[in-house]
T-cell receptor, first 111, second 114 residues
Framework: DAGVTQSPTHLIKTRGQQVTLRCSPK?????VSWYQQALGQGPQFIFQ???????QRGNFPDRFSGHQFPNYSSELNVNALLLGDSALYLC??????????FGDGTRLSIL | AQSVTQLGSHVSVSEGALVLLRCNYS??????LFWYVQYPNQGLQLLLK??????LVKGINGFEAEFKKSETSFHLTKPSAHMSDAAEYFC????????????FGAGTRLAVHP
Protein backbone atom coordinates (compact mmCIF):
# COMPACT_ATOMS: atom_id res chain seq x y z
CA ASP A 1 0.00 0.00 0.00
CA ALA A 2 1.70 3.15 -1.22
CA GLY A 3 1.80 6.03 1.18
CA VAL A 4 1.72 9.69 0.24
CA THR A 5 3.89 10.36 -2.79
CA GLN A 6 5.19 13.74 -3.88
CA SER A 7 6.94 14.88 -7.02
CA PRO A 8 9.41 16.14 -7.84
CA THR A 9 11.83 15.43 -5.00
CA HIS A 10 13.94 18.50 -5.65
CA LEU A 11 13.39 21.59 -7.73
CA ILE A 12 15.46 24.66 -8.50
CA LYS A 13 13.81 27.83 -9.77
CA THR A 14 14.72 31.48 -10.11
CA ARG A 15 12.93 34.47 -8.70
CA GLY A 16 9.74 35.42 -10.53
CA GLN A 17 9.14 31.97 -11.96
CA GLN A 18 6.17 29.76 -11.28
CA VAL A 19 6.23 26.21 -9.89
CA THR A 20 3.80 23.29 -9.59
CA LEU A 21 4.24 20.56 -7.00
CA ARG A 22 2.25 17.33 -7.05
CA CYS A 23 0.89 14.98 -4.42
CA SER A 24 -0.86 11.62 -4.51
CA PRO A 25 -2.60 10.77 -1.25
CA LYS A 26 -2.47 7.50 0.60
CA UNK A 27 -5.02 4.99 -0.64
CA UNK A 28 -8.40 5.57 1.04
CA UNK A 29 -7.68 9.19 1.93
CA UNK A 30 -9.81 12.00 0.51
CA UNK A 31 -8.30 15.10 2.13
CA VAL A 32 -5.01 16.72 1.20
CA SER A 33 -3.18 19.38 3.20
CA TRP A 34 -0.08 21.30 2.19
CA TYR A 35 2.59 22.62 4.55
CA GLN A 36 5.69 24.76 4.08
CA GLN A 37 8.72 23.90 6.22
CA ALA A 38 11.47 26.51 6.14
CA LEU A 39 14.94 25.45 7.23
CA GLY A 40 15.12 24.94 10.98
CA GLN A 41 11.41 25.53 11.54
CA GLY A 42 8.26 23.52 12.02
CA PRO A 43 5.81 23.02 9.16
CA GLN A 44 3.37 25.87 8.50
CA PHE A 45 -0.12 25.10 7.21
CA ILE A 46 -0.78 26.48 3.71
CA PHE A 47 -4.21 25.08 2.84
CA GLN A 48 -6.38 21.98 2.77
CA UNK A 49 -8.44 20.45 -0.03
CA UNK A 50 -11.50 18.27 0.30
CA UNK A 51 -14.01 17.35 -2.41
CA UNK A 52 -11.97 19.36 -4.90
CA UNK A 53 -12.39 22.60 -2.97
CA UNK A 54 -10.13 24.61 -0.70
CA UNK A 55 -11.64 24.09 2.73
CA GLN A 56 -9.24 25.97 4.95
CA ARG A 57 -6.30 28.29 4.37
CA GLY A 58 -3.38 29.42 6.45
CA ASN A 59 -1.64 32.79 6.42
CA PHE A 60 -0.17 32.59 2.93
CA PRO A 61 -0.56 35.09 0.06
CA ASP A 62 -2.65 34.47 -3.03
CA ARG A 63 0.52 33.56 -4.92
CA PHE A 64 -0.02 30.16 -3.35
CA SER A 65 -2.88 28.28 -4.95
CA GLY A 66 -3.90 24.69 -5.29
CA HIS A 67 -6.14 22.17 -6.87
CA GLN A 68 -7.57 18.78 -6.06
CA PHE A 69 -8.57 16.32 -8.75
CA PRO A 70 -11.42 13.78 -8.73
CA ASN A 71 -8.92 11.02 -7.83
CA TYR A 72 -8.01 13.08 -4.71
CA SER A 73 -4.51 13.93 -5.94
CA SER A 74 -3.49 17.54 -5.54
CA GLU A 75 -1.23 20.26 -6.89
CA LEU A 76 0.33 23.23 -5.19
CA ASN A 77 1.13 26.20 -7.42
CA VAL A 78 3.31 29.12 -6.45
CA ASN A 79 3.56 32.18 -8.71
CA ALA A 80 6.11 34.99 -8.76
CA LEU A 81 8.60 33.04 -6.68
CA LEU A 82 10.57 34.87 -4.00
CA LEU A 83 13.80 33.86 -2.33
CA GLY A 84 11.79 33.35 0.85
CA ASP A 85 9.75 30.61 -0.81
CA SER A 86 12.75 28.30 -0.56
CA ALA A 87 11.60 25.48 1.71
CA LEU A 88 10.52 21.88 1.99
CA TYR A 89 6.90 21.56 0.88
CA LEU A 90 5.07 18.73 2.56
CA CYS A 91 1.84 17.12 1.49
CA UNK A 92 -0.29 15.25 4.00
CA UNK A 93 -3.37 13.16 3.41
CA UNK A 94 -6.10 12.02 5.74
CA UNK A 95 -9.65 10.75 5.94
CA UNK A 96 -12.05 12.34 8.39
CA UNK A 97 -10.50 13.07 11.79
CA UNK A 98 -7.78 10.45 11.47
CA UNK A 99 -4.14 11.60 11.78
CA UNK A 100 -2.46 12.97 8.72
CA UNK A 101 0.11 10.93 6.83
CA PHE A 102 2.97 12.90 5.30
CA GLY A 103 4.96 12.46 2.14
CA ASP A 104 8.72 12.97 1.97
CA GLY A 105 8.28 16.45 0.56
CA THR A 106 9.58 18.52 -2.33
CA ARG A 107 12.70 20.58 -1.66
CA LEU A 108 12.29 23.88 -3.52
CA SER A 109 15.30 26.13 -3.93
CA ILE A 110 14.98 29.64 -5.33
CA LEU A 111 18.06 31.28 -6.85
CA ALA B 1 -5.51 31.11 19.24
CA GLN B 2 -3.77 27.79 19.32
CA SER B 3 -0.02 27.55 19.65
CA VAL B 4 2.66 25.04 20.52
CA THR B 5 5.93 25.71 22.32
CA GLN B 6 8.75 23.19 22.34
CA LEU B 7 11.32 23.97 25.00
CA GLY B 8 14.84 23.31 23.80
CA SER B 9 15.69 23.39 20.11
CA HIS B 10 18.49 20.88 20.71
CA VAL B 11 18.64 18.02 23.20
CA SER B 12 21.64 15.70 23.56
CA VAL B 13 21.59 12.43 25.50
CA SER B 14 23.81 9.40 25.90
CA GLU B 15 22.76 6.08 24.44
CA GLY B 16 20.67 4.29 27.09
CA ALA B 17 19.71 7.49 28.89
CA LEU B 18 16.22 8.87 29.40
CA VAL B 19 14.83 11.01 26.59
CA LEU B 20 12.58 13.92 27.58
CA LEU B 21 11.31 16.34 24.96
CA ARG B 22 9.06 19.11 26.20
CA CYS B 23 5.89 20.46 24.62
CA ASN B 24 3.42 23.01 25.95
CA TYR B 25 0.28 24.01 24.12
CA SER B 26 -2.16 26.85 24.21
CA UNK B 27 -5.76 26.14 23.33
CA UNK B 28 -9.09 27.47 24.54
CA UNK B 29 -10.82 24.14 23.91
CA UNK B 30 -9.70 20.54 24.46
CA UNK B 31 -7.14 19.81 21.77
CA UNK B 32 -5.88 16.78 19.97
CA LEU B 33 -2.10 16.51 20.37
CA PHE B 34 0.49 14.72 18.29
CA TRP B 35 4.18 13.97 18.20
CA TYR B 36 5.84 13.48 14.83
CA VAL B 37 9.43 12.50 14.04
CA GLN B 38 11.39 13.62 10.99
CA TYR B 39 14.54 11.86 9.86
CA PRO B 40 16.94 13.65 7.47
CA ASN B 41 15.53 14.16 3.99
CA GLN B 42 12.24 12.57 4.91
CA GLY B 43 8.70 13.62 5.74
CA LEU B 44 7.02 13.41 9.12
CA GLN B 45 6.12 10.11 10.75
CA LEU B 46 3.46 9.92 13.45
CA LEU B 47 4.85 8.73 16.80
CA LEU B 48 1.71 9.01 18.89
CA LYS B 49 -1.52 10.96 19.38
CA UNK B 50 -3.71 12.12 22.25
CA UNK B 51 -7.42 12.28 21.51
CA UNK B 52 -8.98 12.72 24.99
CA UNK B 53 -8.97 9.06 25.94
CA UNK B 54 -6.15 7.88 28.26
CA UNK B 55 -3.82 10.65 29.39
CA LEU B 56 -0.76 8.41 29.04
CA VAL B 57 -0.28 7.58 25.39
CA LYS B 58 2.06 4.92 24.08
CA GLY B 59 3.49 5.24 20.60
CA ILE B 60 5.90 3.52 18.30
CA ASN B 61 9.59 2.83 18.94
CA GLY B 62 9.12 2.83 22.73
CA PHE B 63 8.02 6.46 23.02
CA GLU B 64 5.20 7.65 25.22
CA ALA B 65 3.68 10.98 26.21
CA GLU B 66 1.52 12.18 29.07
CA PHE B 67 -1.22 14.76 28.67
CA LYS B 68 -1.39 17.09 31.69
CA LYS B 69 -4.24 19.54 31.38
CA SER B 70 -3.28 21.49 34.51
CA GLU B 71 0.18 22.14 33.05
CA THR B 72 -0.99 22.36 29.39
CA SER B 73 1.83 19.98 28.58
CA PHE B 74 2.35 16.92 26.44
CA HIS B 75 5.98 15.91 27.00
CA LEU B 76 7.51 13.02 25.06
CA THR B 77 9.64 10.43 26.85
CA LYS B 78 11.56 7.26 26.16
CA PRO B 79 13.26 5.32 28.98
CA SER B 80 16.37 4.37 27.05
CA ALA B 81 17.71 6.25 24.04
CA HIS B 82 19.01 4.40 21.00
CA MET B 83 21.32 5.79 18.35
CA SER B 84 18.52 5.41 15.80
CA ASP B 85 16.38 7.89 17.78
CA ALA B 86 18.51 10.79 16.55
CA ALA B 87 16.11 12.94 14.53
CA GLU B 88 13.92 16.08 14.66
CA TYR B 89 10.79 15.82 16.78
CA PHE B 90 7.72 17.98 16.35
CA CYS B 91 4.78 18.48 18.67
CA UNK B 92 1.51 19.51 17.00
CA UNK B 93 -1.97 20.52 18.09
CA UNK B 94 -5.32 20.30 16.36
CA UNK B 95 -8.68 21.58 17.54
CA UNK B 96 -11.21 18.87 18.22
CA UNK B 97 -14.00 19.19 15.67
CA UNK B 98 -11.83 21.24 13.36
CA UNK B 99 -10.78 20.52 9.82
CA UNK B 100 -7.71 18.53 10.80
CA UNK B 101 -5.35 21.52 10.40
CA UNK B 102 -2.18 20.97 12.40
CA UNK B 103 -0.21 23.67 14.18
CA PHE B 104 3.39 22.62 14.80
CA GLY B 105 6.02 23.66 17.25
CA ALA B 106 9.44 24.71 16.04
CA GLY B 107 10.89 21.26 16.66
CA THR B 108 13.56 19.73 18.88
CA ARG B 109 16.62 18.09 17.39
CA LEU B 110 17.63 15.04 19.40
CA ALA B 111 21.24 13.92 19.30
CA VAL B 112 22.25 10.57 20.80
CA HIS B 113 25.92 9.96 21.51
CA PRO B 114 27.67 6.73 22.47
Amino acid sequence: DAGVTQSPTHLIKTRGQQVTLRCSPKSGHDTVSWYQQALGQGPQFIFQYYEEEERQRGNFPDRFSGHQFPNYSSELNVNALLLGDSALYLCASSSGPQPQHFGDGTRLSIL
Amino acid sequence: AQSVTQLGSHVSVSEGALVLLRCNYSSSVPPYLFWYVQYPNQGLQLLLKYTSAATLVKGINGFEAEFKKSETSFHLTKPSAHMSDAAEYFCAVRLSGGYNKLIFGAGTRLAVHP
